[in-house]
Nanobody, 118 residues
Framework: QVQLVESGGGLVQAGGSLKLACAAS????????WTWFRQAPGKERELVAN???????YYAESVKGRFTISRDMAKNTLFLEMNRLKPEDTAKYYC????????????RGPGTQVTVSP
């Protein structure tokens, strides 16, 4: 079992920055993939960024060059640094972990809202 809690969301103007954090507890050593998802009202969930056990990283095209995913395993915390934010980045952001090589969201946090004003 893994428990996840996100923080760091808020309201920011376009062009601004936010840094999200996801505190994890439980069987962290078994996690294969750490992922940030987001979902805006009326839209499908989108995979934003992902970092795997082998340190390989993936970014959605829409955030490449603006967002950076990282983790501090000593603190069991996943981060998402978001720069040059755009109104279209407005969504609820969730962190999730996958316990197998084929899964990304066996466990998910409650999410944190990010709102970017024009």
């Amino acid at each position: 079992q893994v428990q996840l809690v996100e923080s760091g969301g808020g309201l920011v103007q376009a062009g601004g920055s936010l840094k999200l954090a996801c505190a994890a507890s439980g069987t962290i050593s078994s996690v294969d993939a750490w992922t940030w998802f987001r979902q805006a009202p009326g839209k499908e969930r989108e995979l934003v960024a992902n970092i795997k056990k082998d340190n390989s990283v993936y970014y959605a095209e829409s955030v490449k060059g603006r967002f950076t995913i990282s983790r501090d395993m000593a603190k069991n915390t996943l981060f998402l640094e978001m720069n040059r934010l755009k109104p279209e980045d407005t969504a609820k952001y969730y962190c999730a972990v996958g316990m197998l090589a084929t899964t990304l969201d066996d466990y998910r946090g409650p999410g944190t809202q990010v709102t970017v004003s024009p």
